[in-house]
Each structure stands twice: as structure tokens, then as C-alpha cells.
């Protein structure tokens, strides 16, 4: 006596199908017709600008100088990636109906794969349920390559009758995969913010004029060795460990809580003093000269622009040359010993009378005059370069309190 089950048939793709059955013609078609939605897709901006952001972070890393030249393309590159973004955007909602039909033609197409995946895992397919599937699907193709709305929302409709015809049992996504799917994205983020770049906010103004308030800076996570989330341990440095003059963004070993932006200073075995603001090393000063006694910089306070006047000073540390604050009214005032323990390395911010640094407990309360030291396992990467900038100033600021988008400030090392 016969059996009523479905012959099993072997495991091949709805994609495969539908390659296997393409005409030279029409596979020259659905290529073009990837790529013009790779090119219309609102990441493609994104990816391009992301693309070539990693070579520059890189340029500019191990070739300082090579900014002069690299910055200004890079930055041009950034706003034609703006202006690009805003005509696909525009774009989307001139041909909304279009778009519309195209995200439901692409939805179909992945939930029938999916139940014909379920269906012959299960060996539940009958033998020419996948040609025919294939076929309505190149229908589909078809549709979509010819950029007719009413034609592709027609024929999306026949793929789905015919899924819910042959493969109802089937549709619905198991509880399984959709948190596979979900987990594989989290691990995904996870590794590549725990191990490449991580995008951090400036919230004050403790690393002015270097860094203002709103500004975007991506950190380098690997330079100085991965580090193991949450337990602040770094099993062993990648490339080096960190060196006097990088501006590194940790997490505050006093309040854990909060993440930190401040500057190498010293060292481990450094041994640190500050005569009327000018750092000492090892009993060695580090050259500074002023640059401007009235320097104007601008702070904010409850959501309030002000201006502040300052000494400007450049100054040089470990080779590193970088402009630094101090208040002109300051007293005069000696300020350490501190002796930077093994593991760890003691920081500063740019504005130096207005930083919870390590001099001052890093924000401990009551901390100033006892010091606090950045252990190395704290410390979650370099800041390399902005990406973008909402400060003081710039497009739009008088329509938003004074803060404005920074153009001048796209994609300036950090220094």
C-alpha cells in the first residue's frame, strides 16, 4: 500500500533555485538591480563614510602630520556622505509607493525562504514545490527590475498565497531562531565595541580648548590590549601600553559609574609635581609658552553658554604638543609629589583649574589634595578623532540656545 508522505527531497536553497533558473539576461538584470539598492539604501552613506574612516584613524595614528592633507578630504567626504544621505531620504518619500512595495517584495521573499527551509528540514516538502516557488519568485525578481509599483505589489501577493497554501505550517518564526537571530546581533555589537571603536560624548568642559562640550570622539579600544567588559581587566597590551600625552577615555576607578576623558601625564615609577601649573617629570619640566593671556573659551552650566577668559598655553609632553588652560587670577601653588604606582597612570585635564583629575581624587568628594591613579584595566581606549560636533557655535546655533553643529570640527585628530 502506498504512503500519502511527501517524498523528502534534498535541502536546496529558494536562492539557489532561483540562480539555477536565471537566463544570462535576466541574471545581468539582477545584478544591476542589487547594486542600484546597495547604492539606495540609507546605510550606504553610512558604510562608505565607516569604510573610509578606519583607514584614516590609522593615517593619522602612526603619520601625525599626514592630518594637514587628510582631514580636509576626509571632512568633505563627510558632508557629500550628509548631502547624500539627505537626497536618498528625500528621494524615499517623492517615491514612497515604490520603496513601499520594494520592502514588501524583500519581506515575502525572506519569509518564504525561511518556511521552505523549515518545510525541507522537516522533510515535509513535496517534490516541485521549490521550482515552483522559484518561479513566482523570479516573477518577483522581474517586477522589481522593471520598477513597476502596481506590477511588484501584484506579484508579491501571488508569492505569499502561494506560501500560505503549501507552507502555512511553516511561516511563523520559532521562538528558537528569533532569539538566535537577536543574540547573534548582540554579540556582534558587543565585540566590536568591546574590541575595535566606541563612539564617546565630551559632557563637560574639564578637556577645553582640545575637546569642547558636544563634541563626538571615536576611541580606540585595541591599542592598548581588549579589554574584558566589566571585570576592567586587560589580559595582556596589543600594540603598547598607554603613553604620556594620549587622551584616553576610562572608566572612573572612584565612581564606576561614570566614564572619564583626561590626558596622560605620568606613567608608572613617574614621579609628578606641578610648580604654578607647569608639570614637573621626574624632577624635568615640561616646556610650555603662552599663547594667548586672554584666550575666550566657552563653558555650560545648567544648559547655560558662558564665556570665560584663560591663559593659553602650548605645551609639550613626552613629544606630544598640546594646548592647555590655566586661570590668570590662579594663586601660585605647589602641587604633589605624586608617584605614579605600578599599573596604572595618572592623568590630567587640558582646562587645569577646572578638572576633577587625578589631583583631586578624580570628582572623589573631598578628594582634592589626595590623589587617585587610573589602573591600566580602567582604561577603554585612545581617542583618536572626531566625528562629529554639537557645540558652542556653528550651523543653526541661534535657533538652539547657542549650540550649533560644528562643521570646521569634523573628523579632527585629536591631539
Given amino acids: 500500500m502506498s504512503s500519502s508522505r511527501p517524498s523528502a527531497v534534498s535541502v536546496v536553497s529558494l536562492p539557489s533555485l532561483m540562480a539555477a ?16 539598492e546597495r547604492l539606495t539604501s540609507l546605510w550606504a552613506p ?26 580636509p578630504l576626509m571632512k568633505g567626504l563627510g558632508l557629500l556622505m550628509v548631502a547624500y544621505y539627505v537626497v536618498l531620504w528625500v528621494r524615499r518619500g517623492v517615491q514612497s509607493t515604490w520603496f513601499q512595495a520594494r520592502r514588501a517584495a524583500r519581506e515575502q521573499l525572506d ?8 518545510a525541507q528540514a522537516k522533510q515535509a516538502l513535496a517534490a516541485g514545490t521549490g521550482e515552483l516557488f522559484a518561479e513566482q519568485a523570479l516573477k518577483v525578481e522581474s517586477a522589481s527590475v522593471r520598477g513597476d509599483a502596481d506590477v511588484l505589489h501584484g506579484e508579491v501577493k501571488l508569492l505569499g498565497a502561494l506560501t500560505e497554501r503549501h507552507l502555512a505550517a511553516f511561516r511563523e518564526e520559532s521562538t ?16 566590536f565595541r568591546t574590541a575595535c571603536v566606541e563612539p564617546y560624548r565630551i559632557p563637560s568642559g574639564s578637556m577645553l580648548p582640545t575637546l569642547h562640550i558636544g563634541d563626538f570622539v571615536l576611541i580606540n ?6 579589554r574584558v567588559p566589566f571585570a576592567n581587566v586587560v589580559p595582556f597590551v596589543l600594540l603598547r601600553p598607554p603613553a604620556r600625552g594620549d587622551v584616553v577615555v576610562f572608566n572612573n576607578p ?4 561614570a566614564d572619564y576623558i583626561k590626558r596622560v601625564v605620568a606613567v608608572p615609577g613617574d614621579t609628578v609635581e606641578l610648580f604654578d601649573g607647569v608639570v614637573h617629570i621626574n ?31 602650548r605645551e609639550d609632553l613626552g613629544g606630544v604638543s598640546h594646548a592647555v588652560l590655566q586661570t590668570p587670577t590662579r594663586t601660585p601653588r605647589h602641587e604633589g609629589p605624586y608617584v605614579v604606582p605600578e599599573g596604572h597612570v595618572f592623568v590630567l585635564g587640558d582646562n587645569r583649574d577646572n578638572s576633577a583629575d587625578s589631583r583631586h581624587g578624580l570628582g572623589r568628594p573631598g578628594g582634592y589634595g589626595e590623589p587617585a591613579y ?31 553643529l560644528r562643521v570646521d570640527r569634523f573628523f579632527e585628530p585629536v591631539r
Fill in 21 to 36: 533558473r536565471r537566463t544570462v539576461a535576466q541574471r545581468q538584470a539582477y545584478q544591476r538591480l542589487r547594486w542600484r
Fill in 46 to 71: 553610512v558604510l562608505i563614510l565607516a569604510a573610509a574612516l578606519f583607514p584614516y584613524m590609522t593615517l593619522i595614528a602612526y603619520v601625525p602630520s599626514a592630518a594637514s592633507w587628510a582631514q
Fill in 111 to 118: 519569509e518564504s525562504e525561511r518556511a521552505l527551509a523549515r
Fill in 176 to 191: 528558537v531562531e528569533l532569539f538566535g537571530g537577536v543574540a547573534k546581533f548582540l554579540l556582534i555589537a558587543l565585540v
Fill in 221 to 226: 579600544k585595541f591599542i592598548y590590549g581588549v
Fill in 254 to 257: 572612584v565612581d564606576t559609574s
Fill in 283 to 313: 624632577g624635568q619640566p615640561q616646556a610650555r609658552q603662552l599663547e594667548d593671556p586672554e584666550f575666550v573659551v566657552h563653558d555650560l552650566a545648567e544648559g547655560t553658554w558662558f564665556e570665560r577668559k584663560e591663559a593659553l598655553y
Fill in 374 to 404: 587610573v589602573p591600566y584595566g580602567h582604561i577603554k581606549g585612545k581617542a583618536l578623532v572626531m566625528w562629529l560636533s554639537v557645540s558652542h557655535g556653528g550651523l543653526l546655533h541661534g535657533l538652539f540656545g547657542g549650540t550649533g
